[in-house]
């Protein structure tokens, strides 16, 4: 490269032609914690638009007569929308959209415990508002958009279908960000892939929430919490076994991949160094 300085490396010279060094880095950088309103905007987001197609479909088949939308349409949407977030947001804040999925990445090590309460508040808002947007367009519709037992399913047995659920849906989920897979963006398929079959087999049993935001979001704007215990307790013990689950499979997370695909890789993920490589090469 031209204009090196005998004694320096590439990367060290590319470094003070930016100026400061470290300065382009520190720019970008994710990790540090005055870039933490990105994260829970994203997560905020993120959930908005996954409760919107998974609720908005529901509500806006009882709007125009429940004759347009297939069920088949309405289980396979969210896992379509959460295939899409992942791809493009997952690197900001890991895109966990789910509050089991955050405590479960706290609990394998990959997320710090004092960023958990602000994503699962950040969750619930964005599920909340985006019950109230339904509504505001299309109106109250009954029960439409909640997650509820179908008929002659008790809100026990829709809890334990809601924890089996879960456990498939953490599993994929800790599974896609161990270090031990290294998928990639292949995640995304994985983790919506299984939201859709999930879907498939579950809606008609307890409506295949998996998700305490999802469920009680639209039900504190409705003003409904029939069985809301059951989408509560159910993801959360779902995550807790998800957990012991990939404990057993790989032992102790924590690993550096696993904390980035929890916590998101933008900023940590481009540096200087690389675009010297891509330049060199």
Same mark, same amino acid.
């Given at each position: 490269?031209?204009?090196?300085?005998?004694?320096?490396?590439?990367?060290?010279?590319?470094?003070?032609?930016?100026?400061?060094?470290?300065?382009?880095?520190?720019?970008?950088?994710?990790?540090?914690?005055?870039?933490?309103?990105? @994260?829970?905007?994203?997560?905020?987001?993120?959930?908005?638009?996954?409760?919107?197609?998974?609720?908005?479909?529901?509500?806006?088949?009882?709007?125009?007569?429940?004759?347009?939308?297939?069920?088949?349409?309405?289980?396979?949407?969210?896992?379509?929308?959460?295939?899409?977030?992942?791809?493009?947001?997952?690197?900001?804040?890991?895109?966990?959209?789910?509050?089991?999925?955050?405590?479960?990445?706290?609990? @394998?090590?990959?997320?710090?415990?004092?960023?958990?309460?602000?994503?699962?508040?950040?969750?619930?808002?964005?599920?909340?508002?985006?019950?109230?947007?339904?509504?505001?367009?299309?109106?109250?519709?009954?029960?439409?958009?909640?997650?509820?037992?179908?008929?002659?399913?008790?809100?026990?047995?829709?809890?334990?279908?809601?924890?089996?659920?879960?456990?498939?849906?953490?599993?994929?989920?800790?599974?896609?960000?161990?270090?031990?897979?290294?998928?990639?963006?292949?995640?995304?398929?994985?983790?919506?892939?299984?939201?859709?079959?999930?879907?498939?087999?579950?809606?008609?049993?307890?409506?295949?929430?998996?998700?305490?935001?999802?469920?009680?979001?639209?039900?504190?704007?409705?003003?409904?919490?029939?069985?809301?215990?059951?989408?509560?307790?159910?993801?959360?013990?779902?995550?807790?076994?998800?957990?012991?689950?990939?404990?057993?499979?790989?032992?102790?997370?924590?690993?550096?991949?696993?904390?980035?695909?929890?916590?998101?890789?933008?900023?940590?993920?481009?540096?200087? @160094?690389?675009?010297?490589?891509?330049?060199?090469?």
């Amino acid at each position: 490269m031209s204009g090196e300085v005998p004694g320096q490396t590439p990367e060290l010279t590319v470094l003070r032609t930016l100026g400061r060094p470290n300065a382009l880095v520190k720019q970008f950088d994710f990790s540090d914690d005055s870039y933490e309103w990105r @994260r829970l905007f994203a997560e905020l987001f993120g959930t908005f638009l996954l409760v919107f197609v998974a609720a908005g479909g529901p509500l806006a088949s009882a709007r125009i007569g429940g004759k347009e939308l297939p069920s088949a349409v309405l289980a396979v949407a969210p896992g379509l929308m959460v295939l899409a977030i992942i791809l493009f947001m997952g690197t900001v804040s890991g895109a966990h959209l789910n509050p089991v999925v955050t405590v479960a990445f706290m609990l @394998r090590g990959d997320f710090p415990a004092r960023r958990v309460p602000m994503y699962i508040v950040a969750q619930f808002a964005g599920a909340a508002i985006a019950m109230l947007v339904l509504v505001a367009l299309l109106g109250k519709q009954g029960s439409a958009g909640l997650t509820l037992p179908g008929h002659g399913i008790s809100a026990a047995v829709a809890m334990g279908w809601e924890a089996v659920l879960t456990i498939g849906l953490v599993s994929v989920i800790l599974g896609t960000a161990s270090g031990a897979q290294q998928i990639g963006s292949l995640a995304a398929i994985a983790v919506g892939g299984y939201i859709a079959l999930a879907g498939l087999i579950g809606a008609g049993v307890s409506g295949a929430s998996m998700n305490p935001a999802r469920s009680l979001g639209p039900a504190l704007v409705l003003g409904d919490w029939t069985s809301w215990w059951a989408y509560l307790a159910g993801p959360a013990i779902g995550a807790l076994i998800a957990v012991g689950i990939a404990e057993i499979l790989r032992g102790q997370g924590g690993g550096t991949h696993d904390r980035e695909a929890a916590q998101g890789t933008l900023g940590i993920g481009w540096t200087p @160094r690389r675009l010297v490589r891509r330049r060199a090469g």
